[in-house]
């Protein structure tokens, strides 16, 4: 077992790996920006080493610091929760150079999946159904005005390095295409330094699903079911839930095939996440594989009894998968409500400042991921999601009656927040007859 895990993040997911890690008797570094002096997971871990300024590329992101945060406190792992360095290929890479363990998959592995046009070729040659589209990139206009003609339109422009909703264009005409195609090149080059775009048909009114993964070193896959992420605004998710309301028996049982099929034609170690969209007549297709730990996790964890931080400490160890595919039963429901440091009634606007009090809900079948506390700041620099919500149930309907009456109890006092928003959306007729789909914050609530 990992001896001293160092843990390249913030928040609500560096203060979960703590956690894991202690259970496991693993000692944990916290690393942290001047911003984040006070931060919850500064004062959970064993030690805390500052790496930088309050901006992210001067801390979160700066890979140079952090490896010698790392080398300092000796730790022999990284781990690196979501977002800032999680995907990123040469922050692996590094990683090996100075024989720290990555926890994650192969720097090889998240580089050609970060590539949302290599992906899908990769896909293609396993047989995984995949949004009709361009077979790789398309390097102008002439060429994305063939392939959108031969997929036909609608049409999604995406950037090949794309994720968390940016890069992004639905066309919907050839004239169009042109002004968009420049346009999203331009964004894709600003945001990824990559504009290598693609071409996909816009798959209308469909449901995000997504398959966990797990694969350990020695070429074992299995999946622990699916998570509904279709609440969504602007391509940013809102809440999930596991299982999904519209998946059968038989559905479940070829997406999780297609789930590990993916998995194994990358060769896949550690934690993942494959991404389908559902079309109204279920038939299902591959979007991306996401090289890290989810957010939404937690849902997973609560219907399939799997801790699923440990299982990645436990895989970069060196240890065998402890459960066969036969192992995983789902029960029960769960669901996640994000919450976020902003106001719902003024576009979403973020909200950071002190918090002066704080009160979180409890009782059975609920669970609070967050790193705030009495007093806390919540500074501009990072995201503003603050806590997620997990409540459990024994079907759908408990599940949200549960979260109902958990929304009630959350009280944030100084920040505005979105613990309204997600109670409107827990009381909205079609969530509850679970008859909806990615646009079901626009047409209900038209945000």
Known sequence: MLKKVLIANRGEIAVRIIRACRELNIKTVAVYSEVDRGALHTKLADEAICIGAGPA???????????????????????????????????????????????????????????????????????????????????????????????????????????????????KSKEELISVFKTAKTEAKNAFGDDTMYIEKFIENPRHIEFQILGDSYGNIIHLGERDCSIQRRHQKVLEEAPSAIISKDLREKMGEAAIKAGKAVNYKNAGTIEFLVDKYGDFYFMEINTRIQVEHPVTEAVTGIDIVKEQLKIASGETLSFSQEDIKVKGHAIECRINAEDSRNGFRPSPGKINFVHFPGGSGVRIDSAIYNECTIPPTYDSMIAKLIVYGKDRYEAICKMRRALSEFIIDGVNTNIDFQFEILNNKAFNEGVFDTSFIEKEFGL
């Open 57 to 171: 590329k001067d801390s979160y992101l700066n890979i140079e610091n952090i490896i010698s945060a790392a080398k300092l406190s000796e730790a022999d792992a990284i781990h690196p929760g979501y977002g800032f360095l999680s995907e990123n290929g040469e922050f692996a890479s590094v990683c090996k150079d100075y024989n720290i363990e990555f926890i994650g998959p192969e720097a090889a592995t998240i580089d050609c999946l970060g590539n949302k046009s290599k992906a899908r070729e990769i896909m293609i040659k396993a047989g995984v159904p995949i949004i009709p589209g361009s077979k790789g990139a398309v390097l102008d206009e002439e060429e994305a005005l063939k392939e959108a003609e031969i997929v036909g339109y609608p049409v999604m422009v995406k950037a090949s390095a794309g994720g968390g909703g940016r890069g992004i264009r639905i066309v």
